[in-house]
């Protein structure tokens, strides 16, 4: 009986050929998504229309004072922002120079917390390597008296 119903299912199977119930209209899909895409883009834009109409609006209330002080306020911060950024950079430059990493390797947001992540990388690199990183006052330049072998140049570039 179990075999019966099994031949059955499998000559049914066979009858129905897989994928032609539904065929699937990719390109009205496409187009449906095109359309959906495009109306909310619209709205998009109207709000964006909208918004720039109420902050005109809410400017052209303000008086001659308020407007001073609100471009004011808004100099003041992008100065400040700027003046940090600066002062970020020389603290990293500075503890370049004293650490001998590289300035982008040192992170931070003060003098102490750069030289505390220097320290910390020069520990890690000790650790691991046994040594310490070389220090290097001018990589730019060229030695004073020129190394007698390649040996001699290796001993001193990487002793401390």
């Given at each position: 009986?179990?075999?019966?119903?099994?031949?059955?299912?499998?000559?049914?199977?066979?009858?129905?050929?897989?994928?032609?119930?539904?065929?699937?209209?990719?390109?009205?899909?496409?187009?449906?998504?095109?359309?959906?895409?495009?109306?909310?883009?619209?709205?998009?834009?109207?709000?964006?229309?909208?918004?720039?109409?109420?902050?005109?609006?809410?400017?052209?209330?303000?008086?001659?004072?308020?407007?001073?002080?609100?471009?004011?306020?808004?100099?003041?911060?992008?100065?400040?922002?700027?003046?940090?950024?600066?002062?970020?950079?020389?603290?990293?430059?500075?503890?370049?120079?004293?650490?001998?990493?590289?300035?982008?390797?040192?992170?931070?947001?003060?003098?102490?917390?750069?030289?505390?992540?220097?320290?910390?990388?020069?520990?890690?690199?000790?650790?691991?390597?046994?040594?310490?990183?070389?220090?290097?006052?001018?990589?730019?330049?060229?030695?004073?008296?020129?190394?007698?072998?390649?040996?001699?140049?290796a001993a001193e570039?990487?002793?401390?």
């Amino acid at each position: 009986m179990a075999e019966e119903a099994n031949n059955a299912n499998q000559s049914q199977d066979t009858s129905k050929p897989h994928g032609e119930e539904q065929q699937t209209d990719w390109e009205a899909k496409y187009r449906e998504a095109v359309t959906h895409s495009r109306e909310w883009e619209k709205r998009a834009k109207d709000n964006k229309a909208a918004a720039d109409e109420l902050q005109q609006l809410k400017e052209s209330q303000m008086s001659e004072q308020q407007k001073a002080e609100a471009k004011t306020a808004r100099l003041q911060k992008e100065l400040d922002a700027l003046k940090a950024e600066k002062q970020a950079d020389e603290w990293r430059s500075q503890v370049a120079a004293e650490s001998g990493l590289p300035a982008n390797l040192i992170t931070g947001s003060t003098l102490e917390e750069m030289q505390a992540h220097a320290k910390a990388i020069g520990e890690y690199v000790a650790s691991k390597t046994g040594r310490q990183l070389p220090n290097v006052t001018d990589p730019g330049r060229t030695p004073q008296t020129p190394p007698n072998d390649l040996l001699q140049y290796a001993a001193e570039v990487f002793s401390n």
